[in-house]
């Protein structure tokens, strides 16, 4: 029996799907190991342990400040664990236990964040490349969502590819009944669902859907996302161009989420990077036609289940985005692609799959 510390700091965060579902197939399959999850405050209510090998304890240390590299450094050696798996690459440097860290992928080390201060963002930006650099020396495992993920971290770090482990990641059934949005019910749509930051890509997905425009004049582009300073920034520039029929939704609930998916005539995924590529494998199991960027991992991830445009090229994306609108038999075609194509992947696989890279560095 060995102690695993688990670092759940970022569980109740929009990229926390990962450790929460990482968490919940763990505690179903391994009834062996101790294991110690860390979660902030506002997390620490909401995360109740269903099996007794498994506790939660308090860890205050934000993400990026000294405290994390203090304070939590301390509290992981007081701890004395066996094991500690990081699920994002921010974690104490100097902490040299037995560690394992997942790294999604390298997009924050590549792309700005308008919304962030731009000389705070740059320093956080080459701190950020430094850790990277530390934590794939130092992890005795890298895990990463993909295989061209993978193969990124070890040119970016310059370590061999035998230290890496690719986990899939799954798409989950959304459980809650359809609610429909009704400023979209009986029309015609596209949609993204996500954030808005810049490798997102949206003002060029926005200006294929003006071009669009001319032959499917009803048609209209639903935004998905909780509303900040970026997406603003989107409103603006729509506006700007005199675009009409874009519907920026907001934060909406699963239900309407469900909806959204089993109503579009296509998911859009114009992103410039992804590391796994969630949102159009969860608009597949909804049974939307994806069509998607042909950047970094998303052709491994959606294979033929997805028709796809060179994200930087505003005009193939509106002519693939068209091909799909004006065909029907390919549409119905592409649902079944996508149902069979999500069967590749999921959740529990990734647990049990991490239970090993456990087991083996337990020994």
Known sequence: MSKIVIDARTIGESTGRYIERLLHYLQQIDRTNDYIVLLKAKDFDDFIPINNNFKKLLCPYKEFTFSEQIGFLAQLIKLKPDLVHFGMTQQPILYFGKVITTIHDLTTAR??????????????????????????????????????????????????????????????????????????????YIMYVGRPTPHKNLERLVLAFSQLKDKFPDLRLALIGKKDFNYEQLERFVSEKGIKQVDFLGFVPDSQLRWLYEHTAGYIFPSLSEGFGLPGLEAMRHLAPVISSNATCLPEIYGASAVYFDPLDVDDMSKKIESVLNNKTLSDEMIQKGLNQIKNYSWRTMAEQTLEVYSRLLG
């Open 111 to 188: 792309f700005d964040n308008p919304a962030k201060n731009k000389i705070v963002f740059r320093i956080k930006q080459l701190v950020y490349k430094m850790v990277i650099l530390v934590v794939a020396f130092k992890s005795k495992a890298i895990i990463t969502p993909s295989e061209y993920v993978k193969k990124d971290i070890a040119s970016f770090a310059k370590i061999k590819q035998n230290k890496i482990v690719v986990t899939y990641e799954g798409a989950d059934e959304i459980k809650q009944s359809a609610e429909a949005v009704n400023s979209l019910q009986n029309k015609k």
